[in-house]
């Protein structure tokens, strides 16, 4: 079947720009995953939805990064006022929860964003 | 001090070669230990995973926990080119992943 999709594959904006970046889980997945990877860096959690739960936004860097996420699929990355080191790929992962239980998680291709 | 830590490498090593890849991880939690693999401009992808400690082999691929010394380790027996990619450890605990930052393996012909 489909894996994790997100759009778009590559993005270039100009700094003080918003941009929005999408998910498309793997169909009955009802938990899903915003990640940051950097050059060189790890994964760096950003923000997580778990059915109707209220998302665990603890990764979040600032208050200009947000997250929705509608209908329990698709989800929608915004960065407001982009800065040059949110230069990154960002990355998405759903996975289907069984009694609690997330850990097989599957990736999409991930967004690559850079910020001139 | 990070939740996991990992050596970046890179590692280059022939075909054929016993590949072993590690990682240090804090607070010893109940939690599960996994290893993914990610080819370059691809989003990783799970090779396998173990719970809390002992072996789990999975083909040429071998996942170890030590948790007395909090190490995770991966074993690729047999090496191949097509290994040739960037290794994340990874943990999982009450819904959080925690990633290291990767190995990069290169596997010569």
């Known amino acids: 079947g489909a894996g994790v999709s997100q759009s778009p594959s590559n993005k270039v904006t100009e700094k003080g720009k918003d941009v929005e970046l999408r998910c498309d889980p793997i169909?009955?997945?009802?938990?899903l995953y915003w990640y940051r990877q950097s050059l060189g860096q790890g994964l760096e959690f950003l923000i997580y939805?778990?059915?109707?739960?209220?998302?665990?936004k603890s990764g979040l860097p600032s208050d200009r990064f947000s997250a929705e996420r509608t209908g329990g699929s698709v989800s929608t990355l915004t960065i407001q006022r982009t800065q040059q080191e949110d230069s990154a790929v960002y990355l998405c992962?759903?996975?289907?929860?069984?009694?609690?239980?997330?850990?097989?998680?599957?990736f999409g291709p991930g967004t690559r964003l850079t910020v001139t | 001090q990070k939740e996991v830590e990992q050596d970046p490498g890179p590692l280059s090593v022939p075909e054929g070669a016993i590949v072993s890849l590690n990682c240090t991880y804090s607070?010893?939690?109940?939690?599960?230990f996994m290893w993914y693999r990610q080819y370059s401009r691809k989003g990783p992808e799970l090779l396998m995973y173990?719970?809390?400690?002992g072996n789990k082999e999975d083909g040429r691929f071998t996942a170890q926990v030590d948790k007395s010394s909090k190490y995770i380790s991966l074993f690729i027996r047999d090496s191949q080119p097509s290994d040739s990619a960037t290794y994340l450890c990874?943990?999982?605990?009450?819904?959080?992943?925690?990633f290291g930052s990767g190995t990069k393996l290169n596997v010569k012909p």
């Open positions: 992962a759903s996975s289907l929860v069984s009694a609690g239980d997330a850990r097989e998680q599957y």
């Open positions: 169909s009955g997945h009802t938990a």
């Open positions: 939805f778990q059915g109707n739960s209220a998302p665990d």
């Open positions: 607070n010893s939690a109940f939690q599960y």
């Open positions: 173990t719970y809390s400690s």
């Open positions: 990874a943990k999982y605990n009450f819904n959080k992943f925690y």
